[in-house]
Protein backbone atom coordinates (compact mmCIF):
# COMPACT_ATOMS: atom_id res chain seq x y z
CA UNK A 1 0.00 0.00 0.00
CA UNK A 2 1.24 3.32 -1.24
CA UNK A 3 2.31 6.14 1.82
CA UNK A 4 0.00 8.27 2.72
CA UNK A 5 0.92 12.19 2.28
CA UNK A 6 0.37 14.32 5.90
CA UNK A 7 -1.45 17.34 5.74
CA UNK A 8 -1.88 19.50 8.76
CA UNK A 9 -4.00 22.69 8.54
CA UNK A 10 -3.31 25.25 11.12
CA UNK A 11 -5.71 27.81 11.52
CA UNK A 12 -6.97 31.21 12.96
CA UNK A 13 -3.34 31.74 14.73
CA UNK A 14 -4.21 35.67 15.14
CA UNK A 15 -1.10 36.82 16.14
CA UNK A 16 -0.20 40.51 16.48
CA UNK A 17 2.69 42.97 16.22
CA UNK A 18 2.92 43.30 19.66
CA UNK A 19 4.14 39.46 20.95
CA UNK A 20 2.37 40.01 24.33
CA UNK A 21 -0.97 41.22 22.98
CA UNK A 22 -4.09 38.98 24.38
CA UNK A 23 -6.38 37.83 22.02
CA UNK A 24 -9.65 36.37 23.74
CA UNK A 25 -7.72 36.53 27.07
CA UNK A 26 -4.84 34.38 25.37
CA UNK A 27 -1.45 34.53 24.02
CA UNK A 28 -1.32 33.83 20.41
CA UNK A 29 2.53 33.22 20.22
CA UNK A 30 2.52 30.83 23.70
CA UNK A 31 -0.35 28.83 21.88
CA UNK A 32 1.18 28.36 18.68
CA UNK A 33 4.71 27.71 20.05
CA UNK A 34 2.73 25.17 22.63
CA UNK A 35 1.02 22.97 19.58
CA UNK A 36 4.13 22.82 17.46
CA UNK A 37 5.66 19.29 19.23
CA UNK A 38 2.64 17.22 18.51
CA UNK A 39 2.32 18.85 15.24
CA UNK A 40 6.19 18.13 14.43
CA UNK A 41 5.32 14.47 16.00
CA UNK A 42 2.86 13.91 13.12
CA UNK A 43 5.80 14.56 10.24
CA UNK A 44 3.67 16.53 7.85
CA UNK A 45 4.71 16.41 4.05
CA UNK A 46 2.29 19.38 3.65
CA UNK A 47 0.88 22.43 5.84
CA UNK A 48 -1.78 24.73 4.54
CA UNK A 49 -2.55 27.68 7.09
CA UNK A 50 -6.16 28.37 6.60
CA UNK A 51 -6.53 32.03 7.60
CA UNK A 52 -6.65 34.48 10.31
CA UNK A 53 -2.76 34.42 10.42
CA UNK A 54 -2.36 37.82 11.95
CA UNK A 55 -5.44 39.30 13.70
CA UNK A 56 -3.67 42.97 13.07
CA UNK A 57 -2.51 42.17 9.35
CA UNK A 58 0.70 43.37 10.45
CA UNK A 59 3.89 42.52 8.68
CA UNK A 60 5.65 41.58 11.85
CA UNK A 61 3.07 39.25 12.86
CA UNK A 62 3.71 37.01 9.34
CA UNK A 63 7.24 37.39 10.24
CA UNK A 64 7.12 35.73 13.14
CA UNK A 65 4.25 33.32 11.78
CA UNK A 66 6.84 32.54 8.83
CA UNK A 67 9.52 31.79 11.86
CA UNK A 68 7.55 29.58 13.60
CA UNK A 69 6.22 27.45 11.07
CA UNK A 70 8.81 27.69 8.16
CA UNK A 71 10.11 23.99 8.47
CA UNK A 72 7.12 22.34 9.70
CA UNK A 73 6.41 20.51 6.62
CA UNK A 74 7.93 20.00 2.99
CA UNK A 75 5.51 22.44 1.91
CA UNK A 76 3.53 25.32 2.76
CA UNK A 77 0.43 27.08 1.85
CA UNK A 78 -1.99 29.09 2.77
CA UNK A 79 -5.47 31.45 1.98
CA UNK A 80 -5.91 34.73 3.91
CA UNK A 81 -8.64 34.90 6.62
CA UNK A 82 -11.12 38.43 7.63
CA UNK A 83 -8.41 39.29 9.68
CA UNK A 84 -5.15 39.48 7.36
CA UNK A 85 -4.57 41.51 4.46
CA UNK A 86 -3.60 39.61 1.71
CA UNK A 87 -1.37 42.53 0.44
CA UNK A 88 1.03 42.38 3.61
CA UNK A 89 1.26 38.52 3.66
CA UNK A 90 1.77 37.60 0.58
CA UNK A 91 5.11 39.12 -0.03
CA UNK A 92 6.43 37.57 3.61
CA UNK A 93 5.29 34.08 2.47
CA UNK A 94 6.42 34.65 -0.77
CA UNK A 95 9.88 34.89 0.31
CA UNK A 96 9.88 32.04 2.48
CA UNK A 97 8.30 29.88 -0.64
CA UNK A 98 4.77 29.87 1.28
CA UNK A 99 2.28 28.85 -1.57
CA UNK A 100 -0.92 30.91 -2.27
CA UNK A 101 -2.01 28.22 -5.68
CA UNK A 102 -4.32 27.84 -6.11
CA UNK A 103 -4.04 25.05 -7.13
CA UNK A 104 -1.44 22.46 -5.56
CA UNK A 105 -0.71 18.43 -6.57
CA UNK A 106 0.16 16.90 -3.25
CA UNK A 107 0.39 13.48 -3.22
CA UNK A 108 -1.59 12.54 -5.83
CA UNK A 109 -4.40 15.02 -4.60
CA UNK A 110 -5.45 17.72 -5.98
CA UNK A 111 -5.33 20.81 -3.44
CA UNK A 112 -7.37 23.82 -3.74
CA UNK A 113 -7.13 27.42 -1.97
CA UNK A 114 -9.54 29.34 -1.93
CA UNK A 115 -9.66 33.13 -0.91
CA UNK A 116 -12.75 33.86 0.53
CA UNK A 117 -11.56 36.98 2.20
CA UNK A 118 -13.90 40.79 1.55
CA UNK A 119 -11.60 43.62 2.67
CA UNK A 120 -13.08 44.94 6.41
CA UNK A 121 -16.16 42.57 6.17
CA UNK A 122 -16.40 39.45 8.73
CA UNK A 123 -17.68 37.45 6.23
CA UNK A 124 -16.73 35.86 2.96
CA UNK A 125 -17.61 35.71 -0.57
CA UNK A 126 -16.52 33.75 -3.57
CA UNK A 127 -16.77 35.71 -6.58
CA UNK A 128 -16.50 33.90 -10.07
CA UNK A 129 -13.16 34.77 -10.40
CA UNK A 130 -12.42 33.08 -7.11
CA UNK A 131 -14.44 29.94 -7.66
CA UNK A 132 -12.56 29.59 -11.53
CA UNK A 133 -9.64 26.98 -10.07
CA UNK A 134 -12.27 24.29 -8.99
CA UNK A 135 -13.01 24.38 -13.26
CA UNK A 136 -9.90 23.47 -13.63
CA UNK A 137 -9.78 19.99 -12.08
CA UNK A 138 -9.03 16.80 -13.59
CA UNK A 139 -12.57 14.96 -12.78
CA UNK A 140 -12.33 12.04 -10.86
CA UNK A 141 -8.59 12.48 -9.15
CA UNK A 142 -9.33 13.21 -5.33
CA UNK A 143 -9.31 16.66 -4.41
CA UNK A 144 -9.48 18.85 -1.05
CA UNK A 145 -10.55 22.34 -1.06
CA UNK A 146 -9.75 24.94 1.36
CA UNK A 147 -11.62 28.21 2.13
CA UNK A 148 -11.65 30.37 5.14
CA UNK A 149 -15.23 31.03 5.55
CA UNK A 150 -17.50 27.33 6.86
CA UNK A 151 -19.71 26.88 3.73
CA UNK A 152 -22.29 25.52 5.99
CA UNK A 153 -23.82 26.56 9.27
CA UNK A 154 -21.81 24.71 12.23
CA UNK A 155 -24.42 25.66 14.92
CA UNK A 156 -22.82 28.51 16.65
CA UNK A 157 -24.71 31.37 16.44
CA UNK A 158 -21.81 33.51 17.52
CA UNK A 159 -19.88 32.36 14.95
CA UNK A 160 -23.08 31.21 12.04
CA UNK A 161 -23.32 35.78 11.79
CA UNK A 162 -20.57 35.54 9.73
CA UNK A 163 -20.49 32.97 7.26
CA UNK A 164 -19.37 32.14 3.49
CA UNK A 165 -22.28 34.02 2.31
CA UNK A 166 -24.28 32.44 -1.11
CA UNK A 167 -22.49 29.24 -0.43
CA UNK A 168 -24.78 27.37 -2.92
CA UNK A 169 -21.85 29.43 -5.77
CA UNK A 170 -19.11 27.15 -4.05
CA UNK A 171 -21.25 23.45 -3.72
CA UNK A 172 -22.90 24.48 -7.48
CA UNK A 173 -18.96 23.62 -8.21
CA UNK A 174 -18.39 20.82 -6.30
CA UNK A 175 -18.16 17.06 -7.60
CA UNK A 176 -18.63 14.13 -4.99
CA UNK A 177 -17.02 11.77 -7.54
CA UNK A 178 -13.74 14.51 -7.39
CA UNK A 179 -13.86 16.74 -4.32
CA UNK A 180 -13.77 14.71 -1.35
CA UNK A 181 -13.91 17.44 1.51
CA UNK A 182 -13.90 21.22 1.99
CA UNK A 183 -12.05 22.39 5.16
CA UNK A 184 -12.21 25.40 6.21
CA UNK A 185 -11.15 27.01 9.34
CA UNK A 186 -12.52 30.89 11.27
CA UNK A 187 -15.32 29.07 13.17
CA UNK A 188 -12.66 28.48 16.10
CA UNK A 189 -13.99 24.90 17.06
CA UNK A 190 -13.48 21.43 15.89
CA UNK A 191 -16.66 20.79 13.34
CA UNK A 192 -17.43 17.67 10.71
CA UNK A 193 -20.47 17.38 9.07
CA UNK A 194 -21.32 16.47 5.06
CA UNK A 195 -23.31 18.19 2.58
CA UNK A 196 -24.23 16.55 -1.01
CA UNK A 197 -21.58 13.44 -0.13
CA UNK A 198 -18.36 15.81 0.62
CA UNK A 199 -17.16 16.20 4.29
CA UNK A 200 -17.29 19.45 5.48
CA UNK A 201 -14.55 20.01 8.06
CA UNK A 202 -13.35 22.94 10.06
CA UNK A 203 -9.52 23.17 11.77
CA UNK A 204 -9.87 24.36 15.30
CA UNK A 205 -7.78 27.81 16.52
CA UNK A 206 -4.09 27.23 17.43
CA UNK A 207 -4.73 30.09 19.68
CA UNK A 208 -8.51 30.39 21.78
CA UNK A 209 -11.85 28.17 20.52
CA UNK A 210 -15.03 28.57 21.34
CA UNK A 211 -17.37 26.10 23.00
CA UNK A 212 -19.68 24.67 19.91
CA UNK A 213 -23.25 25.67 20.16
CA UNK A 214 -22.55 29.00 21.71
CA UNK A 215 -25.07 31.66 21.37
CA UNK A 216 -22.01 33.95 22.33
CA UNK A 217 -18.15 33.16 22.46
CA UNK A 218 -17.00 30.91 25.65
CA UNK A 219 -13.72 29.96 25.85
CA UNK A 220 -13.23 25.97 25.30
CA UNK A 221 -10.93 25.68 28.29
CA UNK A 222 -9.05 22.35 26.13
CA UNK A 223 -6.76 24.81 24.71
CA UNK A 224 -5.18 24.90 20.88
CA UNK A 225 -5.48 22.12 18.31
CA UNK A 226 -5.08 21.85 14.63
CA UNK A 227 -6.02 19.39 12.01
CA UNK A 228 -4.34 16.86 10.26
CA UNK A 229 -4.99 14.42 7.20
CA UNK A 230 -3.75 11.58 5.89
CA UNK A 231 -4.40 11.31 2.18
CA UNK A 232 -3.97 8.45 -0.22
CA UNK A 233 -3.43 8.64 -3.83
CA UNK A 234 -6.37 6.31 -4.36
CA UNK A 235 -8.80 8.80 -2.51
CA UNK A 236 -9.15 7.35 0.47
CA UNK A 237 -8.14 9.98 3.51
CA UNK A 238 -8.10 10.23 7.52
CA UNK A 239 -8.59 12.96 9.27
CA UNK A 240 -8.50 14.01 12.96
CA UNK A 241 -7.88 16.78 15.65
CA UNK A 242 -4.21 17.03 17.33
CA UNK A 243 -3.80 18.78 20.60
CA UNK A 244 -1.32 20.11 22.50
CA UNK A 245 -1.80 18.55 25.70
FE1 LIG B 1 -10.38 33.59 13.36
FE1 LIG C 1 -12.02 34.42 10.39
Known amino acids: MPQPFTLLQLSDSHLSADPAASYRGENADANLLSLLPACRLLAPDGLVLSGDV ?53 GGWQIVL ?13 DEARLAPLDQLAPGRPALVFVHHQPLAVNSPWIDKYPLTEPERLWARLEPETVKAVAFGHVHQAFSGNKNGIACLSSPS ?26 WPDGRWLSGIVSAG
Open 54 to 106: AEDASEAAYERAGKMLDGLAVGTAWIPGNHDDQAVMAPVFDRLGFQAGPLLEW
Open 114 to 126: LDSAVPNRPEGYL
Open 206 to 231: TVANGQPGSARFTLDPTGPKARWFRL
